[in-house]
């Protein structure tokens, strides 16, 4: 059986670098990385490369999600590397921002949000719709708790997520050869917790921007590698029985997919 080929958005850093690695070390699959740090992704291929002593394995491309030529390149770099086959995407990449109530953000912010966190989702799904037919390939998309729970402050984000999920429903029906799988990766020790935690205050509630203060220092954050382990082996192996759904990465139906 020839090594599954995979696209991981937002793969330099947080969960989309624990999937990468994963991927590849637990699953032996082979990965295209896209990120707009082009400083990190080279340390990811160094780590691969040398460190952990897996040729070939990974590929990067530089860029920003919302410009359709990085998920086309993406795409050109997978089939052009590893026999012309694409067997799924990790669409990872995402923001929190603007971090505002909704009467204080400007229309143009929660645009940018929904051009990151959603519309260039769409855009490379459509664009490796043939491959992953042909495959019989998966879609695995990162969302959040906060699709289906409000935050005071996080009105772009929260919907984005919600629209994301409704999207990978409307997959799970449209194309049946494919499987398609939403994740609650939980609260993971990232970037955006950190953002949370410094900027929070001026969107959230006291309360709740308490709680994320108190997951940090409580010790209570997940590492990216325990999301990350059961995306990545989504990724690879996800049952066409969970398509469509929405599925919190340590749910009891997905026990088979952690390690």
Not at 49 to 64: M, W
Not at 69 to 89: F, H, I, Y
Not at 216 to 242: C, E, F, R, T
Request: with cysteine.
């Amino acid at each position: 059986m020839t090594n599954p080929t995979l696209i991981v958005t937002g793969a330099s850093r947080g969960i989309g670098r624990s999937i990468a690695l994963l991927a590849i070390e637990r699953h032996g699959a082979n990965v295209v990385g896209v990120a707009r740090s082009k400083e990190a992704l080279e340390q990811l291929s160094h780590h691969i490369e040398h460190d952990l002593q897996l040729k070939d394995r990974f590929k990067f491309v530089v860029g920003d999600v919302t410009d359709e030529s990085t998920g086309a390149e993406a795409l050109a770099v997978a089939s052009k590397s590893w026999s012309g086959r694409v067997d799924g995407l990790v669409l990872n990449a995402g923001v929190l921002d603007p971090l505002l109530p909704v009467a204080s953000a400007s229309t143009q912010d929660w645009k940018r949000n929904f051009d990151i966190n959603f519309f260039s989702i769409v855009d490379i799904v459509q664009k490796a719709l043939p491959a992953l037919r042909e495959s019989k390939g998966r879609v695995i998309l990162v969302s959040s708790g906060a699709a289906i729970n409000a935050y005071h402050g996080w009105g772009a984000y929260c919907t984005s997520k919600a629209a994301l999920n409704m999207f990978g429903n409307v997959l799970g029906v449209e194309e049946p050869e494919i499987t398609t799988v939403s994740i609650r990766p939980g609260v993971v020790d990232t970037e955006m917790q950190a953002v949370i935690r410094v900027e929070g205050a001026k969107g959230m509630t006291p309360e709740q921007h308490a709680e994320f203060v108190n997951y940090h220092a409580s010790k209570a954050l997940l590492h990216p590698n325990q999301p990350g382990g059961v995306i990545a082996a989504l990724a690879v192996k996800a049952d066409k029985s969970l398509s469509g759904k929405f599925l919190s990465w340590n749910s009891e139906e997905l026990g088979a997919y952690q390690q």
